[in-house]
Nanobody, 130 residues
Framework: QSQLVESGGGSVQPGGSLRLSCAAS????????IGWFRQAPGKEREVIAC????????????NYEETVLGRFTISRDPGGSVVSLQMDHLRPDDRGTYYC???????????????????WGQGTQVTVSA
């Protein structure tokens, strides 16, 4: 049975950095499109970054939501078992629960909707405050 386990959340001051990791068991991220989602308190879960580069779709796109573009970076470890989200210059409105998700490879130009991901991590909490 496949499983995604996240780590790396925490509390930082504005301007600080965190690195979230998502470790897979039972599957290889090399085969799957990746999404990182954020759910702020009282709001719906939204995609903030996605990576469609897989061994089936090597020219897949990496996209970032406008508010995190230039501050967040998604990456994949060569072994295919870990994906990460480096978050720099964090702001108070970045707070929320962050989820990694995996879904079928695709070649769509933008991030696919939430329902297109069929494997989810448990979520990790990020707090940004002075």
């Amino acid at each position: 049975q496949s499983q995604l386990v996240e780590s790396g959340g925490g509390s930082v001051q504005p301007g600080g950095s965190l690195r979230l990791s998502c470790a897979a068991s039972g599957i290889s991220f090399d085969d799957l499109a990746i999404g990182w989602f954020r759910q702020a308190p009282g709001k719906e879960r939204e995609v903030i970054a996605c990576d469609a580069r897989t061994r089936f779709t090597p020219r897949g796109r990496v996209n970032y939501e406008e508010t995190v573009l230039g501050r967040f970076t998604i990456s994949r470890d060569p072994g295919g078992s870990v994906v990460s989200l480096q978050m720099d210059h964090l702001r108070p409105d970045d707070r929320g629960t962050y989820y990694c998700a995996a879904g079928s490879a695709h070649e769509r130009p933008l991030c696919v909707p939430l329902d297109d991901y069929d494997r989810w991590g448990q979520g990790t909490q990020v707090t940004v405050s002075a």
